[in-house]
């Protein structure tokens, strides 16, 4: 079996924006705070799209998205996602498992913590055990202490079976 592992790692800023959804894997959470970027900003679909891609040896999804392209202003990152699974299944690779970490002060995201890997699930087809999400802070420490912003880190190993590598 051939067996690809990759990381992916991003951050955006919190900011107070009643007006922008605050989305975390596709799921939006109530409240004031927003995170900011030139996309949605979601920044553990980044983390998650960006360890496949690593996974692949397809780069990052700057280089697939640039950040300097109107097109992608606001955009929906459940797409960016879409991207990466699409390059990871013309290599006919399948996921074994994800880990995912997100890292920051606010917002608490316990109550959360099922409706995103439920839509993980969904919109990656896999089954709720195939999916891990944490939950740390930085004890107060550095920007994510100051909750400045919210960072994510993710892991994913990829298989391909002998039955279909090409
Ligand atoms: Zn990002």
Do not use: W
């Amino acid at each position: 079996m051939n067996m690809r592992v990759g990381t992916g790692l991003d951050f955006h800023r919190l900011i107070q924006d009643p007006e922008r959804p605050l989305l975390l894997g596709g799921v939006e959470i109530p409240g004031d705070l927003a995170l900011d970027g030139h996309s949605d900003a979601d920044v553990l679909l980044h983390a998650l799209s960006d360890a496949i891609l690593g996974a692949l040896g397809k780069g990052d999804i700057g280089e697939h998205f640039p950040d300097t392209d109107a097109r992608y202003k606001n955009l929906d990152s459940t797409k960016i996602l879409h991207h990466a699974l699409d390059a990871m299944r013309k290599e006919r690779y399948e996921i074994s498992n994800v880990d995912i970490t997100l890292i920051g002060e606010r917002p608490r995201l316990h109550p959360y913590r099922l409706l995103i890997r439920e839509s993980l699930m969904f919109q990656m087809d896999l089954e709720l055990v195939q999916i891990g999400l944490k939950a740390t802070t930085t004890e107060k420490m550095g920007a994510l202490g100051r909750a400045e912003g919210l960072g994510c880190i993710a892991s994913v190993l990829l298989y391909r079976s002998a039955g279909n590598a090409g």
